[in-house]
């Protein structure tokens, strides 16, 4: 299959505000009021978080479909711990993002215990969001 691409572009309101653009969407990052933000949206970190739960959605509804395991409904939890010195400058030995994040699952089904086992397997090893998050990714900055 081809590559796809994704895009997405930003204007800053304020210092802690931006105004995010993808495809047809609109979506705001903000910082609560006591990181000195408006609270208009969720953080940075809350939007990761909430793109690795809809991409595990996504992914968790078609691996069952494909497995013909009736998932009636799926509920995940999502967390994450971070050390914010550093993005604060401070010194820390911590690295920048999250040092671990956790999902559990609670999928409404009655599939039996191996067939859950290979649905999970395959959430790990399909979900891009996952993959990102697990894996060293390329990322390169440059100006314009």
């Not at 802690?16 to 000195?36: A, L």
């Not at 050390?83 to 039996?112: C, I, K, S």
């Amino acid at each position: 299959m081809p590559k796809m691409t994704f895009k997405a572009k930003a204007k800053s309101e304020n210092p802690m505000k931006s105004v995010i653009e993808t495809s047809h969407f609109k979506m705001i990052v903000d910082e609560p009021e006591r990181m000195g933000g408006t609270d208009d949206g969720a953080t940075p970190m809350e939007y990761m978080l909430a793109a690795l739960a809809g991409c595990l959605n996504i992914v968790g509804h078609s691996v069952a479909q494909e497995l013909g395991m009736n998932l009636k409904g799926l509920e995940i939890n999502v967390e994450g711990d971070l050390n914010p010195a550093r993005f604060m400058g401070q010194p820390t030995e911590d690295r920048t993002g999250y040092q671990e994040v956790r999902v559990t699952l609670h999928p409404d089904t009655d599939a039996d215990q191996a067939t859950l086992e290979r649905w999970l397997a395959s959430l790990e090893e399909r979900c891009p969001v996952s993959d990102n998050l697990a894996n060293e990714t390329p990322l390169k900055l440059s100006l314009s």
